[in-house]
């Protein structure tokens, strides 16, 4: 790669020579493998229409977690209790072993969010943002920013709202990973993104969490994303997480057969689906009928009451 130095931006001269902060530093407060990055115990938020409703996870190091569900599922507001935004109507929020209440500096120094803030800058220049970015981690890394900058081609001197939707994604990502987070949690890193702006966010996912042993948590809808690079998923239904644990194991609970071969064979069936060649039904796997179903299969099966 070449000089990150040579990256067209405006950071301010004296930023750029605040370099390099020991990411040691920030490794000597690592918690152990044995204690999650992020615990999340029945969390609770009312909205009128809306419950988030008694949502239990755990982040660990090196692992990436898929969050997924229907639009209007609850996965921001899930994200945003997580990241204090939002306060929770109860449950508890613990971030590497201390509840958030009370060590909320603490956690944010050591977790990346991309919760879509920068949105609230339309005006302000990239190098602005992240000149006030810098000011508040300890452990901010401009030599990775500058990097970061070079390989999305973020140009410093624009202005927010002059960036394509997909420049903004990729500015918040590399504000989140310039401070040697060791968790991230991202709402939809790349939605927006066209294919290979998208494999380059999900290769720098990736290689924080199992190069890094950060944590990663992020939400998509695009389900590629995680077969791609999810170790453990969180499927959200209308406010209740009816699914966590490894991506693998969730899947082979599931399989896809022709809805009249589920009802031939008492099958109970969980989801359909309406194709051209006929109803398709989601079953369990262990009724033995059909193949193994797709994350994609399972998101698109609606769930019968949802047919009906
Ligand atoms: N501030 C709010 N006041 C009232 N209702 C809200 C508020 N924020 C979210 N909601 C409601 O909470 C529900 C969940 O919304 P949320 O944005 O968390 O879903 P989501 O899974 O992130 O959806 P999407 O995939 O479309 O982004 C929706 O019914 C939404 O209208």
């Known amino acids: 790669m070449s000089d990150p130095t040579t990256t067209k931006t405006c950071l301010p001269s004296k930023a750029v020579a605040e370099t390099a902060q020991s990411k040691a530093a920030v490794q000597s407060n690592a918690t152990t ?12 938020k009312h909205y009128p229409g809306f419950t988030l409703d008694d949502i239990t996870f755990a982040i660990a190091p090196g692992r990436i977690t898929g969050f997924i569900g229907r639009n209007g599922a609850g ?7 997580v990241e204090g935004a939002v306060h929770p109507d109860s449950g508890t929020i613990a971030y590497f072993g201390r509840p958030f209440a009370g060590n909320e500096h603490f956690a ?32 901010w890394d401009e030599t990775v ?7 999305f081609q973020l140009d410093g001197c624009k202005r927010i709202m002059d960036l394509s939707q997909g420049m903004r994604v990729k500015l918040t990502v ?9 968790l991230l949690i991202l709402d939809e890193p790349t939605s927006g993104l066209d294919p290979a702006s998208r494999e ?13 042993n950060a944590g990663v948590l992020f939400s998509t809808h695009i389900t590629s994303d995680l077969d791609k690079c999810a170790d453990d998923i969180l499927y959200l239904r209308d406010g209740k997480l009816v699914g966590s644990g490894p991506l693998a194991a969730f899947k082979a609970r599931y399989a896809v057969a022709p809805l009249p071969e589920a009802r031939a064979a008492d099958a109970p069936v969980l989801g359909l689906r ?5 109803d398709s039904a989601l079953v369990p796997s262990d009724a033995g009928i059909g193949h193994p179903a797709t994350l994609e299969d399972i998101m698109t099966h609606l769930p019968k009451e949802d047919v009906a």
């Open 274 to 278: 309406r194709t051209a060649a006929g």
């Open 75 to 81: 996965k921001s507001t899930t994200l945003k209790c």
């Open 174 to 182: 590399a504000l989140a990973l310039s401070h040697h987070a060791q």
């Open 145 to 151: 920013f500058a990097r970061y900058c070079q390989l």
């Open 108 to 139: 944010k120094q050591r977790t990346g969010f991309e919760l879509g803030g920068a949105d609230f800058y339309r005006t302000r220049r990239v190098a602005t943002i992240a000149d006030v970015t810098r000011r508040f981690y300890d452990h």
């Open 200 to 212: 380059e966010v999900l290769d720098i996912l990736m290689d924080a969490a199992h190069r890094e």
């Open 33 to 44: 493998e044995a204690t999650p990055l992020l615990e999340v115990r029945h969390l609770t």
